[in-house]
């Protein structure tokens, strides 16, 4: 314990005491030291091909582990890096580290393991994205063909020029590109034609209300269905119960990733998950 202050004015540290007050401007000044205090990590959402069972690979999801405030969502902290523009260090950062936490499972014998990382509009607006990810690609090794991009739908409604020339050194570099958080975002649907997207993330909201509300289920099978005929492949987040997997797997959504087959796992524990369903 620690007298932090004169007078009668004590404060006692606890290892496990947060702070509940969260000023948004010293958590600006903290997020950026937390890359070189190596207070980010990389957790990974296994995905799941729901015809086979397989596990494909997993989402990379950063996590903050603030040395008083705990662990901080990044729906909290990305924002405010976005707003100061550390959101494209953190984001090459949690790039690397997916490629090369990754290449390190494939040669550990899970080869065809992909995994998606997301790409925040600030990233996407920054004129040297395509050429900053190939040097990554180049840096870690790691196959192009394993990574997929998650972009929403409003950033590249926003900047559908700029999106259609990003999307053609992506696709040379033979990555594949995602729409995250799909019917969350603006109602156009134009952009489906001019954007060569490989997938469709539908938004947890839809799946989440499927079995309360006709309307929702009826919108979820509409998406799987209209994404298919566009050739796109169709992943379902936030899967928690088996009402809702029965619900994914008639209506042939191709992945899934859900608490019910998982949480977003430390990369120890990622490895762990891949070797028991491997033994089964
Ligand atoms: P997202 O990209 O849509 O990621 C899916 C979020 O849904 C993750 O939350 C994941 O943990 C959660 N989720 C998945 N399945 C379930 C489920 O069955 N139940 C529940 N309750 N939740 C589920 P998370 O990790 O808190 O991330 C929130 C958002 O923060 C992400 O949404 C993404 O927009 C952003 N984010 C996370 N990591 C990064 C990153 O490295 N870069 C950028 N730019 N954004 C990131
Ligand atoms: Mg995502
Ligand atoms: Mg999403
Ligand atoms: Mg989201």
């Given amino acids: 314990h620690a007298k932090l202050f004169g007078g009668n004015n004590y ?3 606890h290892p496990d005491m947060k702070i509940i007050s969260c000023n948004p401007s010293a958590l600006e000044a903290d997020l950026k030291q937390a890359l070189e205090r190596q207070e980010l990590e990389v957790y990974y959402h296994p995905q799941i091909e729901l015809s086979t ?5 997993s989402e990379a999801l950063v996590r903050w582990h603030h040395p008083q405030e ?11 890096a976005e707003a100061n523009g550390s959101i494209v260090q953190i984001g090459e950062w949690v790039l690397r580290k997916a490629c090369l936490e990754t290449k390190a499972l494939q040669e550990r014998g899970f080869a065809d393991l992909q995994v998606s990382v997301n790409i ?3 990233q996407f607006n920054q004129p040297d994205l395509a050429q900053n990810i190939q040097n990554i690609l180049i840096e870690t090794g790691f196959n192009p063909q394993s990574l997929e991009l998650e972009l929403t739908e409003s950033i590249v409604i926003h900047n559908l020029k700029t999106a259609t020339v990003i999307f053609q050194d992506l696709k040379a570099l ?6 995250d958080d799909f019917g969350t975002g603006y109602s156009s649907l134009g952009y489906l034609q001019q954007l060569p997207f490989d997938k469709l993330k539908i938004d947890r909201s839809f799946v989440q209300n499927i079995h309360q509300h006709e309307k929702t289920a009826t919108i979820a099978k509409s998406i799987i269905q209209m994404a298919h005929n566009l050739n796109l492949k169709v992943v379902c987040e936030g899967i928690e119960t088996l009402e809702q997997e029965k619900f994914i797997l008639e209506n042939k959504c191709d992945f ?11 990369i120890q524990d990622w490895e762990n998950f891949l070797l028991e369903r491997r033994d089964k």
């Fill in 11 to 13: 404060q006692f540290y």
């Fill in 53 to 57: 069972g397989k596990i494909i690979g």
């Fill in 70 to 80: 705990g662990s901080i969502s990044p729906a909290t902290f990305v924002p405010i």
């Fill in 120 to 122: 925040s509009g600030y």
């Fill in 174 to 179: 033979g990555i594949q590109v995602a729409i």
């Fill in 256 to 266: 899934m990733q859900g608490y019910i087959l998982s949480g977003p796992l430390a």
